[in-house]
């Protein structure tokens, strides 16, 4: 009788040893959704002119973070920062990638889908690549502008989701990371004007537009958006903005179709789900800048493993620079010790895991960014640090006028500021083109009293000791991101022996 008991229990705990090891070994995979240039134009946020279902429903099985930044405000720097989790003066993506702009990482840096992919973990691209070399962001199944139509790959849903299905159901055994970069919601009309401003008619079935099966097209009336704060409120900005709701319905179906598959394919409850954007909208006071309006973005996390803090909003600071470090945790994958260049110090992820904000929410109160060019006539090299109610910005060449891209430049919003500015007419706008051209050096703001960051306080007294206080930050970070700009613009970067700034003596000190 004992002889059959003990057996019997050494059967059970055999029973669940094995067990035991098939939970651990459990595999774990990742599903990144990136919008291109999206903002806050989604209920999720509070936007109640806008229908967005899908996101909706993520949101639902996501924790929310209202406060999500970039810490860049351009696409390929942005998107090279998340594939890293390397600030633009770090990874060396300066400024666009393709054709003139010709900007690339620096060939050693290590990148997400590199120490995935040496880990074991099988990557994927579908949508907006946007970054280089080659060999520092390798992907074994890719899908995307250098070898497709950007439409098809970026906008085109219904392409979207026999890619994301093609991928899903590959005879692989490995763990995954699948990279859904989509082109929507990004302006058109430099590019591809005769779907529209935002490219919102392309797909729509009328007639020269093509047709997306799996689109049923979203339209508003210039009276029914919501205008921020930071954008004119005139019929050309209204109208400007109804069509990329439009388009954003083509995302949020796209996102829809892709978590579809997802589920569909049997990983819904084992695939870290995140979603957010790689800067902000393409508006005055948005896309290209360091203010609030330009890096404050959209970011929802969705663990199939923390179902406790679903549908919640948090608070925490997070960046986007968060993300690599994120997925490493997820996999468990520690980065590696290693330097760009033979000189400097090794590399340090200055982001964090989000995984512990999904059990309990975390004090985290501080994000950085840093800005060098968009396309690459637009130098214009920013620092800035948000701790807190307080956003600082330091604009090194600030007696340069800032610049403007192409792509925003014949926007419908921008040309009527022009015309409305040039005419003498009122533009409606909380600026003057004059001020947004010519900014001050240092721009320190406090938020929460002043939310769309129009009194300057880094010239009052009374906030001496908190601009001190973020220009020291800031300074610790750039000095622990090996920044080459540290010293701008008074001095020089002088790294032999000890790395240390050598005055120019040209009066900005
Ligand atoms: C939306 O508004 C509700 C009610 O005011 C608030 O509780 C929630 O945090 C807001 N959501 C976001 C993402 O800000
Ligand atoms: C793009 O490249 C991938 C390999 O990464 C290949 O499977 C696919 O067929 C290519 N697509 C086109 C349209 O050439
Ligand atoms: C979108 O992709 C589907 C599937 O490849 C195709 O049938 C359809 O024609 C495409 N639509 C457009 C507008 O290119
Ligand atoms: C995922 O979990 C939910 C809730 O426990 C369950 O209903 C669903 O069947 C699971 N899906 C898979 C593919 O295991
Ligand atoms: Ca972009």
């Known amino acids: 009788m004992g002889f059959v008991r003990s057996s019997l229990f050494f059967i059970c705990f055999f029973i669940l040893l094995i067990l035991c090891a098939i939970e651990g070994a459990k595999k774990r995979n990742v599903l990144l959704i990136i919008a291109d240039d999206a903002g806050f134009e989604t209920d999720v946020y509070n936007n109640s002119a806008i229908r967005t279902p899908h996101l909706h429903a993520l949101a639902q099985r996501s924790l929310v973070f209202r406060n999500a930044f970039t810490s860049v405000s351009s696409c390929s720097p942005s998107r090279s920062a998340i594939l890293t989790g390397l600030p633009q003066h770090q990874n060396g993506m300066y400024g666009l990638h393709q054709d003139v702009h010709h900007f690339n990482s620096f060939d050693g840096v290590m990148s997400l889908p590199l120490l995935l992919s040496q880990a074991g973990i099988r990557t994927g691209i579908i949508g907006k690549k946007h970054v280089g070399p080659q060999t520092v962001y390798p992907f074994d199944f890719a899908h995307t502008e250098e070898n497709s139509s950007v439409l098809q790959v970026g906008r085109n849903i219904t392409k979207i989701k026999l890619l994301v299905r093609q991928f899903l159901q590959a005879k692989d055994d490995r763990p995954f990371f699948l990279y859904v970069a989509f082109h929507d919601p990004h302006r058109c009309g430099h590019s591809q004007p005769q779907y529209g401003v935002f490219c919102e008619k392309f797909g729509n079935g009328e007639s020269g537009m093509g047709w997306i099966p799996d689109w049923k097209p979203e ?115 520690p980065y590696p010790e290693y330097s760009i260049f033979r000189t400097q110090q090794p590399v340090q992820l200055s982001g964090k895991s989000l995984l512990p904000a999904l059990t309990s929410e975390q004090p985290w ?137 050598r005055p120019l003596f040209n009066g900005l000190g």
């Open 219 to 333: 339209h508003y009336t210039p009276e029914q958006v919501q205008v921020p704060y930071f954008i004119p409120d005139t019929p050309a900005a209204r109208a400007d903005l109804a069509a990329q709701y439009t388009t954003v319905s083509r995302l949020d179906q796209g996102i829809g179709l892709v978590l579809k598959e997802l589920q569909d394919a049997g990983f819904e409850n084992d695939t870290l789900v995140i979603y957010s954007s790689d800067n902000g909208i393409p508006f005055p006071n948005g896309r290209t800048n360091l203010y609030w309006s330009g890096t404050a973005e959209p970011m929802l996390v969705s663990s199939p493993e923390h179902p406790q803090r679903w549908a919640q909003v948090s608070q925490s600071f997070v960046s986007l620079l968060d993300i690599t470090p994120t997925v490493l945790d997820w996999f468990s994958i």
């Open 365 to 501: 109160s501080t994000v950085y960014a840093s800005q060098g060019h968009h396309e690459v006539t637009m130098y214009y090299p920013m620092r800035a640090v948000q701790q807190g109610s307080y956003r600082l910005i330091h604009n090194l060449n600030f007696k340069m006028p800032f610049p403007i891209d192409q792509d925003f430049y014949i926007s419908p919003t921008f040309q009527d500021l022009l015309s409305r500015t040039q005419s003498g007419q009122p533009t409606h706008w909380f600026k003057t083109l004059q001020s947004y051209y010519y900014r001050d050096r240092w721009e320190l703001y406090d938020i929460r009293a002043d939310p769309s960051e129009i009194r300057n306080l880094a010239s009052d007294p009374a906030y001496g000791e908190t601009l001190q206080h973020l220009k020291a930050q800031l300074l610790k970070w750039q000095w622990a991101t090996s920044d080459p700009w540290v010293c701008a613009p008074d001095g020089v970067l002088e790294s032999k022996l000890t790395p240390q700034c």
